[in-house]
């Protein structure tokens, strides 16, 4: 049986990753995930969050923002609208995103206004937690 399983992220932009890893951990819309080698086969819809992956004693974190997971054949093909390895994630800008949707959340006139402010912030403030997140684990240059 395999020990490892091959992790690829794609954006309709760019590839961000294509590598074999232990484990990846994945938001999915009806909560978080986790996908070890010879897994099930599965898709799932993506939610807003952080994706990570470990790779021995070290583990990485990608922001994401919707798209699809599949699993199968020991491989996990992420298609998502947005991703952002921890390294890409520019602070001031998350930092400045956040009190924007505050303010935008604050003045909202309508529940749809309301709704996209709120998904704003909730994109913000996954961006700060990736980069804090890897931060801590040492692994912010990957």
């Not at 294509?18 to 951990?25: A, F, I, K, L, T």
């Not at 799932?44 to 790779?55: D, H, M």
């Not at 992420?78 to 959340?105: N, S």
């Amino acid at each position: 049986m395999a020990s490892k399983l091959l992790l690829e992220i794609v954006t309709p932009d760019r590839k961000v990753l294509s590598q074999e890893v232990d484990y990846v951990g994945a938001p999915g819309i009806e909560g978080e995930f986790g996908i070890m080698a010879n897994h099930i086969p599965f898709l799932s819809a993506l939610g807003v969050g952080n994706l990570y992956f470990k790779e021995g004693n070290r583990t990485h974190y990608i922001f994401v923002s919707g798209g699809f997971a599949e699993v199968g054949n020991n491989k996990v093909t992420i298609l998502a609208e947005v991703a952002e390895k921890a390294v890409e994630i520019d602070i001031a800008r998350a930092q400045k995103a956040q009190e924007k949707a505050k303010a935008r959340l604050a003045k909202a006139q309508d529940r749809i206004e309301s709704a996209r402010a709120q998904a704003a912030l909730q994109r913000a403030l996954a961006r700060l937690t990736c980069k804090d997140a890897a931060q801590k684990a040492g692994t912010t240059t990957h």
